[in-house]
């Protein structure tokens, strides 16, 4: 099965592991995954000594879609957080030239309406609060104003079509503030549904080893590939540095 069919065939089982039972990965996913590929083919050849022990065929051949699953819920994740740094870094672009629209109009209207109280009272209420969604607010709110009192701004020759401009930064700016920061909620979701995926596939990866292990523990030809390959090195670096010398 493709990546996509392993996680929606894995889907509800993975939403029904309790939170406080996720664990999230100790070392980097793509090589647990490529570990978990290696161990499901090495203990094919094993397949029938596993079986005493319980695991079953029908469990070994869980393990390539638990790895799948995962594989997918780690493709998905990365997706989201690349979209948010993106849209953080499009928000950081973009965001001062929104600005500076908004401040444009302020300052237009307030001299093209000075004679006008009741519409320069509505510019002073827009030009209140402060923060990204009151800018995003605000653009929307003094396109309509401008559009519904045109004949001011002709007279002092201001482009109108800045108003068209300033309800669609307003739209554009809306989303990408949402996606910059609103996302969080559904990046947190699916940052969740990756542990998921990595928990539900280490459950299997650690008893087929242990299950290894304990078989093999007097044949080191086929002990050394339910072994994780990953550690072992990791170990082997540890205990090759020297010892800090205390003066």
Sequence with gaps: MANTDDYNAKKDELQAIPVENVSTPGIPVDVYLQEAENLYHWALDDQEKLSVVG?????????????????????????ERFSQQE??????????????????????YRYAYRKDEAVLGRVSAIAEGDGHADMIQD????????????????????????????ANTADQMADLLAMANGDKADQSESKIMRDKAYTHLKELVDEIR????????????????????????????????PDEVVE
């Design 55 to 79: 695991i079953s065929a029908d469990k070994l051949n869980d393990l390539p879609v638990r790895a799948g699953a995962c594989r997918e819920a780690q493709s998905i994740w990365f997706k």
């Design 210 to 241: 242990e299950a290894g292990k304990y078989i093999f523990w007097r044949d080191p030809q086929r002990y050394k590939g339910y072994v994780s390959q990953y550690w072992k090195k990791v170990n082997r670096q540890k205990s090759e540095q």
């Design 87 to 108: 849209a953080q870094r499009n928000w950081g672009i973009q965001s001062p030239l929104a600005y500076g629209l908004r401040d444009e109009l302020l300052h237009t």
């Design 139 to 166: 653009l929307n709110d003094l396109s309509v104003l401008g559009r519904e009192n045109p004949e001011p701004l002709n007279n002092i020759g201001y482009d109108l079509a800045k108003l068209e401009q300033a």
